[in-house]
């Protein structure tokens, strides 16, 4: 998601990735030029920016492929259980085919947190 965000007066719409990105950039420049106050100054905001990322990320469900835990009749059994409802809705089964086994999960902790927000 982009935030809208002021650089040397110009208001813009970054990423938190982008910022991070811009601050690491810019902190360079600062310390080629010898500025090391203003530097450690926007490394703390890029610090920060990073955790709020993290944050982020660790909110999210997670997401566990499934593939590799079937044993070999499970992947059996749901590759053709698929390619039935496939069929039925288009008529054929394609030669080629992939079939995604992602199951995304928050754990009970995250939904208590998301129920008291």
Same mark, same amino acid.
């Given at each position: 998601?982009?935030?809208? #965000?002021?650089?040397? /007066?110009?208001?813009?719409?970054?990423?938190?990735?982008?910022?991070?990105? =811009?601050?690491? $950039?810019?902190?360079? &420049?600062?310390?080629? +030029? /010898?500025?090391?106050? *203003?530097?450690?100054?926007?490394?703390?905001? +890029? $610090?920060?920016?990073?955790?709020?990322?993290?944050?982020? *990320? $660790?909110?999210?469900?997670?997401?566990?492929?499934?593939?590799?835990?079937?044993?070999?009749?499970? &992947?059996?059994?749901?590759?053709?259980? =698929?390619?039935? +409802?496939?069929?039925?809705?288009? /008529?054929? #089964?394609?030669? #080629?085919?992939?079939?995604?086994?992602? #199951?995304?999960?928050?754990?009970?902790?995250?939904?208590?947190?998301?129920?008291?927000?």
């Amino acid at each position: 998601m982009k935030e809208e #965000i002021e650089i040397f /007066g110009v208001k813009t719409e970054k990423t938190k990735l982008e910022q991070i990105q =811009f601050r690491f $950039q810019f902190m360079s &420049l600062l310390s080629a +030029a /010898g500025r090391h106050e *203003e530097m450690n100054k926007s490394f703390g905001v +890029a $610090q920060d920016l990073v955790n709020e990322l993290v944050e982020e *990320e $660790q909110s999210l469900p997670q997401k566990i492929d499934l593939w590799d835990l079937f044993t070999k009749d499970e &992947l059996e059994s749901v590759t053709n259980t =698929f390619s039935e +409802a496939f069929s039925r809705k288009h /008529g054929s #089964i394609p030669d #080629i085919f992939e079939i995604e086994t992602n #199951i995304l999960f928050e754990s009970e902790e995250e939904k208590n947190n998301a129920r008291q927000i």
